[in-house]
């Protein structure tokens, strides 16, 4: 549900584009009050924890997740009224708060996923709940796309009343899990240490730069995501209508999908056996099931929808040679993988058709394991400091509040093909921290985490 209702902006934008008359860089806005919530909500926590304590470390994780859920569920309900009155501004509001939401969920859930196992195999098992988050962004193009775009030409002047039932089904959903968190037997896990006051952990370069890392990745991945329904609509690339183009937009959360699975295979405790095993399977599973769930949408014709992907496939087959050259290594695998969505990028912005097309829908498999990696290295041997950390790396997360806004802008001046300059720029250094920052500034007291 994290992962679907923040994919729902990626639909958001062209429809709001539409539906009030807006440019590119007015459009974005719907990112930058989602994204920007987080700055502020996660600027809020640290302040609160830097004075009297964590509150996490008070609470316990689980609580903090239920919080989350239930601000998260208000915001969805803001868009009733926001439909009601037809306000762009409502809209807005609604996203704020749900970014807000998210702010807790993230403080919350990273920290604990880390916490429940050793310390070795963490990115794997942040890999693993991020491909659960995935699956819901996977969904959200195919099902938004229904929902939302394809009634644009039935609304006619008010076409924002398509969005009141679906955010009220969502809203219903959060407070439902938040009622099912509230009551679930989990194992009660604290933050390590005493509760920690002070911003120590500011200082750290390590923190420094994991945090510019986060905010590079989610600034990228977004603005990726956020301009992809209009790069597809331009004629000299696929020229498709934008509910069409919506379920392409699928795929390249899709491949955040797979990738995820399959770095929580590579750096888990398994055998090699079984890993070789695994990482062989699953992005055939992968590629059948987002093929099926495609082919569903654009009106159920599975064969046909097989041979049209098949770009896709070979993407799939270079994300595997990737991933064997990262030989396991979560900080190696980074770089290699920036690198190659730098590659990616320069071909969308340099080429046309169909190689500029699948180039931008491959850099979803390549963003998959960034977060979960770049998280899992920055707050490893922490300690105490741990929660602490954490609301800076989601602090950081602003990134996807302010990079869609600059992408958009010059979107408007330059065109949309050249504005991938700017997240072309983001992975540059994402391959820098992956390749070399990680371990600066890190001390013998903490254990790097190669």
């Known amino acids: 549900m994290w992962g679907f209702l923040t994919c729902m902006n990626d639909i958001l934008i062209p429809y709001v584009k539409e539906v009030f008359e807006l440019s590119h860089f007015q459009s974005m806005f719907v990112q930058f009050y ?162 920690q ?92 099931l987002i093929a099926y769930m495609f082919s569903v949408s654009a009106g159920g014709d599975y064969l046909g929808t097989l041979a049209l992907l098949k770009p896709y496939a070979l993407v799939l087959v270079l994300n595997l040679a990737a991933f064997a050259l990262g030989a396991s290594k979560p900080a190696r695998t980074i770089g290699i993988f920036a690198l190659a969505c730098v590659v990616l990028l320069g071909i969308a912005i340099t080429q046309g058709g169909q190689l500029a097309f699948w180039s931008v829908i491959a850099v979803g498999l390549f963003n998959s394991i960034m977060w979960s990696n770049i998280f899992a290295l920055t707050i490893q041997g922490l300690g105490k400091y741990q929660s602490q950390a954490s609301s800076l790396l989601v602090m950081a997360i602003v990134g996807g509040s302010l990079l869609p806004l600059v992408q958009g802008a010059l979107a408007d001046s330059v065109g949309i093909q050249k504005s991938f300059l700017i997240p072309l720029v983001a992975y540059l250094y994402i391959a820098f921290y992956g390749l070399w920052g990680k371990s600066m500034g890190r001390g013998s007291d903490t254990t790097v985490f190669e």
Not at 121 to 141: D, E, F, I, K, M
Not at 224 to 229: D, E, L, P, R, T
Not at 242 to 256: E, I, M, N, Q
């Open 197 to 288: 006051r002070g911003t120590k952990v500011l200082g750290m370069p390590s923190v420094q730069l994991g945090m510019f890392a986060i905010f590079c990745y989610v600034g990228a991945e977004v603005s990726i995501g956020s301009i992809m329904v209009d790069f597809f609509g331009l004629e000299e690339i696929a020229g498709l209508e934008k509910d069409v183009a919506s379920d392409y937009l699928a795929l390249y959360w899709g491949g955040l999908m797979v990738g995820r699975f399959l770095g929580a295979i590579t750096v888990s405790g398994l055998s090699t056996q079984t890993k070789v095993g695994a990482v062989l399977v699953v992005p055939v599973i992968g590629f059948f």
């Open 34 to 195: 989602f994204f920007g919530a987080y700055f502020v909500g996660s600027v809020l926590y640290f302040v609160i924890s830097a004075k009297y304590g964590d509150p996490i470390a008070r609470m316990g994780y689980q609580r903090g997740a239920v919080f989350g859920l239930l601000i998260a569920g208000a915001g969805a309900l803001l868009f009733y009224p926001a439909t009601t009155l037809h306000s762009f501004n409502l809209i807005l509001a609604g996203l704020f708060v749900f970014g807000l939401g998210f702010t807790l969920l993230q403080i919350s859930a990273n920290p604990y996923v880390i916490a429940i196992g050793p310390e070795a195999t963490a990115s794997s098992r942040l890999n693993l709940c991020q491909g659960v988050n995935s699956l819901g962004t996977t969904l959200a193009p195919l099902i938004g796309g229904g929902l939302i775009l394809r009634r644009l030409g039935e609304e006619g002047s008010h076409g924002s009343d398509a969005l009141r039932m679906p955010y009220l089904v969502f809203a219903g959903v959060l407070f439902a899990l938040a009622f099912f968190f509230s009551r679930a037997k989990l194992p009660r896990i604290l933050p390590p240490g005493t509760i």
